[in-house]
């Protein structure tokens, strides 16, 4: 795959020094969650931008009016990665 962006492959929150002192300054239990924005910052850096290409080259998000009987449902059919990626962990 081509570079997505400059940003592509990067850790987020390492990168963001303006956000960790923010957060250092104003949440008290800051240091004790510093492996999990590391984490948090590797995963956007890396998967985010990787599914996100996936859906804006192959698999936009396709909004489904009716069910096969002519009921309104109105839902948004998602690839997985796009859903795996919008899951809570």
Same mark, same amino acid.
């Given at each position: 795959?081509?570079?997505?962006? !400059?940003?592509? $492959?990067?850790?987020?929150?390492?990168?963001? %020094? +303006?956000? *960790?002192?923010?957060?250092?300054?104003?949440?008290? %239990? !800051? &240091? *004790? /969650?510093?492996?999990? @924005?590391?984490?948090? $910052?590797?995963?956007? $850096? #890396?998967?985010? !931008?990787?599914?996100? !290409? /996936? +859906?804006?080259?192959?698999? &936009? &998000?396709? @909004?489904? /009016? /009716?069910?096969?009987? $002519? #009921?309104?449902?109105? #839902?948004?059919?998602?690839?997985?990665?796009? #859903? *795996?990626?919008? *899951?809570?962990?």
């Amino acid at each position: 795959m081509n570079p997505i962006s !400059y940003a592509y $492959g990067t850790n987020h929150f390492t990168r963001d %020094t +303006v956000l *960790q002192d923010v957060l250092r300054r104003f949440w008290p %239990t !800051y &240091p *004790q /969650h510093v492996d999990e @924005l590391e984490k948090f $910052g590797a995963y956007a $850096g #890396r998967e985010v !931008y990787e599914t996100v !290409y /996936h +859906v804006d080259h192959d698999a &936009p &998000p396709t @909004l489904i /009016h /009716h069910d096969l009987d $002519g #009921r309104r449902i109105d #839902r948004v059919r998602l690839s997985p990665p796009h #859903r *795996q990626v919008l *899951q809570p962990s």
